[in-house]
Nanobody
Framework: QIQLVESGGGLVQPGGSLKLSCKAS????????MRWHRQAPGKQRELVAD???????WYTESVKGRFTISRDNAKNAVYLQMNNLKSEDTAVYYC?????????WGQGTQVTVSS
């Protein structure tokens, strides 16, 4: 059974940090590109960060310099370190594993940035 399970969300004050984790099972993790998406209330889901199977990274402009995506193939895990969080980062964050036409999603974890 293929599963992606996110954790690490929560409530944080503006300027604070959180680290999201996504643990995968049931897939050959190392061959998958891994992505973090987010969806804020009333908005479309957007791609936040991507890390290829080879370790190359991409970030949407609004999080560059603040967020860092990383992966640990030995642990079948991908992470999103989020620093200097802003209220506009409030959203449900989803983990996504992608290779070819195969795409798998986690259930999401809520991140709320508020004072």
């Amino acid at each position: 059974q293929i599963q992606l399970v996110e954790s690490g969300g929560g409530l944080v004050q503006p300027g604070g940090s959180l680290k999201l984790s996504c643990k995968a099972s049931g897939i050959i993790f190392s061959i998958y590109a891994m992505r973090w998406h987010r969806q804020a209330p009333g908005k479309q889901r957007e791609l936040v960060a991507d890390i290829s199977s080879g370790g190359s990274t991409w970030y949407t402009e609004s999080v560059k310099g603040r967020f860092t995506i990383s992966r640990d193939n030995a642990k079948n895990a991908v992470y999103l370190q989020m620093n200097n969080l802003k209220s506009e980062d409030t959203a449900v964050y989803y983990c996504n594993a992608l290779v070819g036409s195969y795409s798998y999603w986690g259930q999401g974890t809520q991140v709320t940035v508020s004072s």
